[in-house]
């Protein structure tokens, strides 16, 4: 199975910035898809960005310009630089992989999820 680890949430003022790390871990995987998804409390999970093995980045309206999704597939790990934050932008982040795994002669597709990393951005 894969296992995603995310780390650098945190309480940051409005303007300030952070930036989130995921690191997949596990055996006999590949991984064609990652992202950034965030949940504020009463709202539904959105995907706030993505970076598909061999494709384009893709970015919310609302963070364009603000955010940058990056990966280093030699570490199997995907960030998300966070620029200009503001507080619309406080929730909890999560990292999501999709991929195939082999799971002894069987090879499968896969999904994971971190376990989610708060981010508040408040004076």
């Known amino acids: 199975q894969v296992q995603l680890v995310e780390s650098g949430g945190g309480l940051v003022q409005p303007g300030g910035s952070l930036r989130l790390s995921c690191a997949a871990s596990?055996?006999?995987?590949?991984?064609?898809?990652m992202g950034w998804y965030r949940q504020a409390p009463g709202k539904e999970r959105e995907l706030v960005a993505s970076?598909?093995?061999?494709?384009?980045?893709n970015y919310a309206d609302s963070v364009k310009g603000r955010f940058t999704i990056s990966r280093d597939n030699a570490k199997n790990t995907v960030y998300l630089q966070m620029n200009n934050l503001k507080p619309e932008d406080t929730a909890v982040y999560y990292c999501?992989?999709?991929?195939?795994?082999?799971?002894?002669?069987?090879?499968?597709?896969?999904?994971?999820w971190g376990q989610g990393t708060p981010v508040t951005v408040s004076s």
């Open positions: 596990g055996s006999n995987f590949d991984i064609n898809f």
């Open positions: 970076i598909p093995s061999g494709g384009t980045t």
């Open positions: 999501y992989a999709r991929g195939f795994a082999l799971l002894g002669t069987n090879l499968k597709p896969f999904t994971s």
